[in-house]
């Protein structure tokens, strides 16, 4: 009898273990399922909130006579339409590039030469709107319109896209109507400069 009583109690025993052992593990798959759902709503609002506040890609005209494009600072527009009425010449540069060091000033003290005969533009490209700071080394902010470029590969849409540049820097002269009268690629010094601009637009120092 009391070897039957004791197999009994041992056999309850082991039971309730086996009992406890399901609830602790269900108990466990819970938490687990909890943890992972938070983690997932985490995730979601997340991904809910860079897409709300992603930025809009900027847009314009990119065609090589029609641009439109954000200026490098501020919410101003730039486009090619500013300037008809005299000839305009577009230096394109880029924060990267070394050439621009030297041939950007020569560019800008042309321009405060000739005055208001002839337009300058500025436009940084291949370089996600970075050359701020060159601008302002240079002297050309507030003294010419720095517009940004963009579209295509690294904000390269207007010089690669319609210019086929590959490198800076590039200056693209246009007529007094906005038709394209040259392409310059690579740098030149203000003697040339100069020069180019009698050949095309008969001006003289």
């Not at 399901?22 to 995730?43: L, P």
């Not at 577009?90 to 041939?103: D, P």
């Not at 002297?139 to 540049?165: Q, V, Y």
């Amino acid at each position: 009898m009391i070897v039957v009583m004791a197999r009994n109690s041992a056999g309850q025993r082991h039971k309730r273990e086996q009992v406890k052992a399901v609830e602790q593990a269900r108990a466990k798959r819970i938490t687990q399922i909890q943890v992972w759902a938070g983690v997932s709503a985490a995730v979601v609002g997340i991904a809910a909130l860079g897409f709300l506040t992603w930025p809009e890609p900027e847009v314009g005209s990119i065609e090589a006579e029609s641009w439109d494009l954000p200026a490098l600072v501020g919410d101003e527009r730039i486009a090619l339409s500013d300037f008809e009425g005299k000839p305009t010449v577009a230096a394109f540069f880029a924060s990267w590039c070394t050439v621009c060091e030297g041939e950007i000033p020569e560019f800008l003290a042309v321009s405060q030469e000739i005055g208001n005969d002839i337009n300058f533009v500025g436009i940084n490209t291949q370089d996600n709107g970075r050359g701020g700071g060159d601008a302002d080394k240079w002297g050309i902010t507030g003294e010419w319109k720095i517009a940004k470029d963009i579209g295509g590969r690294s904000a390269s849409g207007l010089s690669m896209d319609a210019f086929g540049a590959r490198d800076m820097p590039l200056t693209v002269f246009y007529d007094e109507t906005g038709s394209v009268a040259h392409v310059l690629r690579g740098g030149i010094s203000a003697d040339q400069l100069l020069d180019l601009l009698e050949d095309l637009f008969g001006y003289t120092a």
